[in-house]
């Protein structure tokens, strides 16, 4: 049988998940549904049990040209003919599996390390159930859990093993984030064969219907993929010459900004967008977000004042957004300033895709997982890295998450993964005001909303209408502190939307200091 690893349901028995049903009658279902392997599982019966329920489900699974694996028991496998097993780390070594069973059973290995991947695709593994993906209730003696970026990590790590061993992901994948699964945990040169399901399917009302899903979901992208462009010859003067008519396009069309943002900052915020031509609501309920994702604007979460409920709304939030494919923008406040924040950053990571991640070195490293160190307050203390480090961490996270990463500064830093670009406008007085580096974040959710087919783009032309005005508003006579400079400031953004509108580009006109940073 061909191993088709793309929908593989892993099978639970408990009376919570099959509710009464019988596992077989489940099983079935799922098939005609659309599942590719099937996995009995089940830890608590007896032996006797066992071979009597797996010959049942053999009969099913042969019946619809599926291969039935044995979790853990090889001699179960041995004494219903099954096609194969699947190994943990505790369970007996591959070697030994090898001995017993068929030349041609299908043996696959469970792995949540690099090293226990390499060690399966030497010994001779057919396929990795790598995982724990997400946190589950369903496996309560998981290592640890390893997200989209250990899963990319692994499959990075085994694309030059030499062979070709077939990959899915484990642990709290449905519905909701299967194609994120997928889509983020791509490496270069390889990606997941399928993933794992258990209680999506086992417990659903539905597990046909529910299956089905699953196939239609696996093998399409999600809403909001895209892919960064190469970097053309004088990249940053391409790009120069783009960004009037993306301001243009994003005062023509008013898009609106849904900001779960800090309560600090939110009038401030709320002014800018006014100004520049944006639409704002301040909203921190996460059920409004259903709704107001259907004008396609884009979401801002921004922790910079969390709370016990910010959490479940943001998620809430991140979820409706994603679905349609709207931008998303998120800002980690204070990332690194208390372990509830460093914990903060992990759920809203593994919670959602972020189109844009952007925030001071602090936070992006904590973000990145490249620090361990501790910020005081939010506020973006020294930096300890020089420019080409702060480049190569844009980048990398870009890469890693498949987004665009900007991180804010003296000079800002702006990668898609692809292209890095580093900004140089701006004024410090945008250093001495409350909600200024906020406002970026909502910002950029104004220009991906109307402009996602370059994030980068978006991303940089919003920076530069920002950093400009900061720039124009500072140099005014009047204008002695950063008393005075925040309503000039809002009058400057409110200047270049007028001369946007009207096709006037002189404000730009030789102002903009970046350049693309080679690495």
């Keep these: 049988m061909p191993l088709d690893l793309s929908v ?140 989209t970026a250990g899963t990319q990590a692994i499959l990075d790590a085994i694309s030059d093993s030499g062979r070709n061993v077939g990959t899915v992901a484990i642990g709290g994948i449905n519905l909701s984030n299967v194609q994120r699964v997928m889509y983020q945990s791509k490496a270069p040169r390889k990606g997941l064969d399928g993933v794992a399901i258990v209680s999506a399917i086992m417990a659903a009302d539905d597990p046909r219907a529910a299956a089905e899903e699953f196939v239609e979901r696996i093998n399409s992208p999600p809403s909001f993929a895209w892919e960064p462009k190469a970097p053309r010859v004088n990249e940053a003067a391409a790009l120069v010459e783009e960004v009037p008519q993306i301001v243009q396009k994003m005062v023509k069309a008013h898009p609106l900004v849904h900001n779960m943002i800090n309560y600090v900052v939110a009038n401030f915020v709320a002014n800018v967008a006014l100004a520049m031509g944006a639409s704002p609501i301040m909203s921190p309920y996460g059920e409004e977000a259903v709704d107001l994702a259907k004008f396609d604007g884009a979401l801002v979460i921004n922790m910079g004042t969390l709370t016990r409920e910010s959490i479940p709304n943001y998620l809430q939030a991140i979820k409706s957004y994603n679905e349609r494919g709207n931008p998303v923008v998120y800002d980690p406040v204070g990332a690194a300033a208390t372990q509830i924040r460093r914990g903060a950053v992990k759920e809203l990571m593994s919670g959602g895709y972020f189109d844009l991640i952007k925030g001071n070195e602090g936070e992006i490293r904590q973000v990145s997982g490249s620090s361990n160190a501790v910020q005081r307050g939010v506020d973006s203390g020294p930096s300890t890295l020089d420019g080409q480090e702060n480049a190569r961490l844009a980048r990398d ?61 978006a991303v940089l032309s919003g920076l530069l209408m920002y950093e400009i005005a900061a720039e124009n508003a500072a140099s005014k006579d009047y204008v002695r502190g950063p008393g005075s400079f925040v309503p000039a400031f809002l009058d400057e953004l409110y200047a270049i939307r007028q001369a946007a509108l009207n096709g006037d580009d002189s404000w730009f006109s030789g102002r903009a200091k970046i350049q693309e940073i080679k690495l």
Excluded: W
Excluded at 9 to 31: F, H, M, N, Q, Y
Excluded at 95 to 108: H, Q, S, Y
Excluded at 417 to 441: D, K, P
């Design 397 to 457: 996270l870009a890469r890693r998450e498949r987004n665009v990463v900007l991180l804010t500064g003296a000079v800002d830093y702006l990668s898609d993964g692809e292209r890095v670009i580093a900004v140089e406008n701006g004024h410090e007085f945008l250093g001495q005001v409350t909600g200024t580096g906020c406002a970026v974040g909502m910002v950029s959710g104004c220009f991906l909303a109307v402009h996602p087919s370059d994030k980068l783009l």
């Design 8 to 147: 593989y349901l892993v099978t639970d028995s408990t009376p919570v998940i099959l509710k009464g049903r019988d596992l077989c009658t489940v099983v079935e279902e799922a098939l005609k549904g659309g599942v590719t392997i099937v996995q009995y599982r089940d830890k608590a019966s007896d032996t006797g049990d066992l071979i009597q329920t797996a010959k049942e489900l053999h009969k099913i699974t042969k019946a619809y040209g599926v291969p039935l694996l044995i979790n853990d028991r090889v001699d179960v496998a041995l004494a219903v003919g099954a096609e194969g097993v699947h190994l943990g780390q505790d369970d007996m070594y591959i070697e030994e599996a090898k001995k017993l069973l068929p030349k041609d059973a299908i043996i696959g290995i469970s792995a949540s390390s690099v090293e226990e991947a390499q060690r399966a695709i030497e010994a001779g593994a057919d396929y990795l159930g790598i995982g724990t993906m997400f946190a589950t209730p369903t496996k309560t003696n998981t290592k640890h859990i390893l997200g």
